[in-house]
């Protein structure tokens, strides 16, 4: 009797059969998985899109709705002093220093810097609030610019710049303080004088975190602002902030006022008619005499070359 004793297998057209089902399963579970990631990324890729579009629309709108300001009345980004108000620069830590006088120079005396053809000496003070050598200049020459901006000697002008924004644990005090002190500028620019001088002679120690937009609210008020209320927002809000950032970086990039090819490369950087003081920071005589000087040459020259005049016809 004979017995099959060959294996239960599949025959050949089942095999294909399992094998094309098994595939078919397979790839009915790949498509599944492609048309889930499909979804996936569709969903993700309008998500993104939304997002990207709604930042878009929100640094459109806000560039629109919040342009960078700029204080009003200044002059190449410089502060005019037209006037000294209170009696900050009285204080005892000022020291006296004469008035310079042509005989200095070996010549005649007459009463310098004054006003001439020309017009009258230019001065230029480009300050740092947290630079030590912006203080020095400050509490070496104080009484001698007031003094020449009372008599209307000279025309006095101060720059605030950042150049040591970095210098301040971060909190970016010589940005602020020189936006704070556009702020008082343009609010108050009585007291801008008196401000800026506050600043300058009680400095934070470099690599300190500084003063505080409050704290700097809070000295613009004690040197008797016009209008506190609006001299505060400003400072706090930071409205000249970019403003202050701006006009270092023009600064930086030149020409100065008045001359023909000075950059900012330091703080304080004091111009006089046009001529960089390069003299001792701390030593007034030696800044009036280059004062004295620079306004004796305007004289000299608007005496020799006088305007032309016109000859009558015959």
Request: charged fraction near 20%; charge should be negative.
């Amino acid at each position: 009797m004979s017995s099959d004793e060959t294996p239960n297998v599949p025959a050949p057209r089942n095999t294909r059969e399992a094998v094309r089902e098994k595939a078919q399963q397979v790839h009915a579970k790949q498509s599944r998985a492609r048309i889930v990631r499909a979804v996936i990324i569709g969903l993700v890729a309008v998500v993104a899109v939304g997002a990207i579009g709604t930042a878009i629309t929100w640094a459109v709108s806000s560039s629109v709705s919040a342009p960078t300001l700029s204080p009003s009345g200044l002059e190449d980004d410089g502060i005019v002093v037209h006037e000294i108000t209170g009696s900050t620069v009285s204080s005892n830590d000022i020291p006296a220093t004469p008035t310079p006088t042509p005989s200095e120079a070996g010549t005649e005396a007459t009463p310098t810097p004054e006003p001439t053809a020309s017009g009258t000496v230019d001065i230029h003070i480009y300050v740092d609030y947290l630079s030590p050598g912006a203080g020095e200049f400050e509490r070496a020459n104080a009484r001698q610019l007031t003094g020449w901006i009372t008599e209307g000697a000279a025309t006095v002008t101060y720059h605030p710049v950042a150049l040591l924004t970095a210098n301040s644990n971060g909190t970016k005090y010589s940005l602020r303080a020189a936006a704070a002190a556009a702020c008082v500028a343009n609010y108050s620019d009585a007291q801008f004088y008196a401000f800026n001088h506050e600043l300058l002679v009680d400095q934070p120690e470099i690599d300190s975190d500084g003063r505080t937009d409050v704290e700097l609210a809070d000295l613009a008020g004690a040197v008797g602002v016009d209008d506190g209320k609006s001299v505060r927002s400003c400072i706090e809000d930071q409205d000249y902030l970019s403003w202050a950032k701006d006009a270092t970086a023009r600064a930086l990039e030149g020409p100065l006022p008045g001359s023909d090819d000075l950059v900012l490369s330091s703080a304080p950087t004091v111009v006089v008619n046009g001529e960089a003081y390069v003299g001792a920071l701390d030593d007034p005589a030696e800044f009036s005499q280059f004062v004295l000087t620079l306004a004796s040459d305007a004289y000299y020259e608007s005496v020799e070359t006088p305007a032309p005049t016109e000859t009558p016809a015959e």
